[in-house]
Nanobody
Framework: QVHLVESGGGAVQTGGSLRLSCTFSGGGYPYNFLGWVRQAPGKEREGVATISTNGRSAYVADSVKDRFTVSRDNTKNTVYLQMNSLKPEDTAIYYC???????????????????WGQGTQVTVSS
């Protein structure tokens, strides 16, 4: 089992920044990618970013590409999502997720993740 715990969400104004963290634990299940998925009120889940186990491959959704950055620190078992220039449309619950997919050349879809954290709320006001 993989255990994922998100933190760092909150309320900010338009143009502000937040850094989400996801601490992961549990090595019994093979997973090769970690990522961030968000779900806005009344909308389907949307993949935001994906990063490989070693951090060498990272993908960010086109909708946030110039503003969000995904990274990881394996010494701390933590994955980060740095979010800059936040907009009201970024308001959502952000989930950390793990995938056992062997390989990908692009951001993973929400249905391609096997394990999920509880989520952290991000609210951006205008």
């Amino acid at each position: 089992q993989v255990h994922l715990v998100e933190s760092g969400g909150g309320a900010v104004q338009t143009g502000g920044s937040l850094r989400l963290s996801c601490t992961f634990s549990g090595g019994g299940y093979p997973y090769n990618f970690l990522g961030w998925v968000r779900q806005a009120p009344g909308k389907e889940r949307e993949g935001v970013a994906t990063i490989s186990t070693n951090g060498r491959s990272a993908y960010v959704a086109d909708s946030v590409k110039d503003r969000f950055t995904v990274s990881r620190d394996n010494t701390k078992n933590t994955v980060y999502l740095q979010m800059n220039s936040l907009k009201p449309e970024d308001t959502a619950i952000y989930y950390c997720a793990a995938s056992s997919r062997a390989w990908t050349s692009s951001i993973l879809l929400p249905e391609e993740y096997n394990f999920w954290g509880q989520g952290t709320q991000v609210t951006v006001s205008s």
